[in-house]
């Protein structure tokens, strides 16, 4: 029996660049002592009194269908959120609450393309994007961003790969990079989507983690409202990456289609889920900052000891859970170094290269296990590199 090529094709088969990872994840389940410093996940688990919420959701009997676009509570709750952090008019009927980031990406790619057409993305990029664009039919085109640059994307490189796409990816706050793009990146990225007829699509999952500048949503910019499409997400914000909740906002029009490609798929977001999501965004920046500290102080752990020497250098940790650290001083690629590390020393990070080609020659560190563990680590970690560079 024959699968379709949709579902065949969304991951190609040889090196995906993620066997350090399963290399890690295989010792560390054989009882190998391995320090992960790979998956973008905190080491802190969803807020007690959300998931006192969450319960009494359940116990008060919101445990049956909840309605496919979001409750209406929820809907107004992230409205209120986007309009009053970026200033764009937005209500309930510019909101879909859906599954989770992942799900708001594959839905947004499949409410703008068709099969066969071009969408863009940025490398280095997010796990998932290009599976997800092969996934309903359209085909990835990756643009570089390169580090010479702050991994921050060119219009000249955009340009190049616009005429004739359909969609283009952005993800500020940047994951794997730490990136936060600057107004002149988000202003060149809107001009170019709308010389060529472009929707853009913007993830901003970690729009709550940001340690420098301030995060700028796409949509705020001028004649962006109706061709924008952002991805959110309480994955990041509030340590609810289990919850799976998260939402699309976009022109009414968008949503009422994407409200019917729910009907068609997931069958909406259970509503206790839904009520806990809308309990932790009434508590306000007190509960997403209490949330990112960690991140915030691993941060100025990393420029601090980044400074003491000058084998491997650091990209700008502006936002996000990452740092990008550039390792070609070692001679070694991304690969050799990871897998050398984990090998000799039993840290596990992510190889550049696992992201795409414009991060070759680095790894990315996530910032995820306790400080003082992370500091040892980071410490190992430098002198392996200034021991290789030697
Ligand atoms: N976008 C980016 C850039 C991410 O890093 C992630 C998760 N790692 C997601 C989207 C999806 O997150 P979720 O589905 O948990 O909301």
């Excluded at 085909?139 to 994307?153: R, T, V």
């Excluded at 796409?218 to 409202?225: F, H, I, S, T, Y």
């Excluded at 990041?236 to 729910?262: F, P, Q, Y």
Aim: proline share 5%; hydrophobic share 40%.
């Amino acid at each position: 029996m024959k699968l379709s090529n949709r579902i065949t094709h969304i991951t190609p088969g040889g090196s995906d660049g993620w066997e350090v990872f399963y290399k890690a994840r295989a010792l560390k389940n054989a009882g190998a002592a391995v320090t992960e410093l790979t998956i973008g996940e905190h080491d802190i688990r969803t807020h007690p009194s959300i998931l006192e919420a969450m319960h009494a959701s359940a116990k008060g009997g919101h445990t049956g269908y909840a309605a496919v676009p979001g409750t209406q509570a929820l809907r107004e709750a992230v409205a209120t959120r986007i309009q009053t952090r970026t200033g764009v008019a937005t209500g309930p009927e510019n909101i879909l609450i859906t599954p989770g980031g992942q799900a708001a990406l594959f839905a947004t790619h499949n409410a703008v393309c068709n099969e066969g057409d071009t969408a863009l993305f940025i490398d280095p990029y997010y796990a998932t994007y290009p599976g997800t664009i092969r996934g309903i039919g359209a085909k990835p085109q990756a643009i570089p961003a390169y580090p010479e640059n702050g991994f921050q994307p060119r219009a000249a490189d955009i340009e190049k790969h616009a005429k004739g796409a359909t969609s283009l990816l952005i993800n500020t706050p940047n994951n794997p990079t730490g990136a936060v793009y600057t107004p002149e990146t988000l202003q060149a990225i809107a001009q170019t989507c709308i010389e060529h007829d472009i929707w853009l699509i913007s993830d901003e999952v970690y729009d709550t983690q940001i340690w420098d500048g301030t995060h700028l949503s796409p949509r705020a910019l001028p004649n962006m409202a109706d061709r924008t499409l952002v991805v959110g997400s309480m994955s990041k914000s509030h340590a609810m990456t289990g919850s799976r909740v998260g939402w699309i906002c976009s022109h009414e029009d968008v949503i009422e289609h994407l409200i019917n490609l729910a009907t068609h798929t997931t069958y909406g977001v259970p509503g206790y889920i839904q009520d806990a999501a809308l309990f932790a965004l009434n508590e306000g920046s007190p509960l997403e900052d209490e949330v990112s500290a960690p991140f915030a102080r691993r941060r100025k752990i990393t420029e601090a000891l980044l400074a003491t020497q000058n084998i491997v250098k650091g990209s700008p940790i502006s936002g996000a859970m990452y740092a990008m650290l550039d390792i070609r001083a070692t001679g070694l690629s991304g690969q050799d170094f990871a897998n050398d590390l984990l090998d000799i020393h039993q840290i596990a990070t992510m190889p550049g290269e696992s992201f795409g080609t414009a991060a070759a020659g680095h790894i990315r560190v996530a910032m995820t296990i306790d400080d003082e563990a992370y500091t040892k680590a980071l410490q190992t970690l430098l002198d392996f590199a200034k021991d290789h560079a030697a």
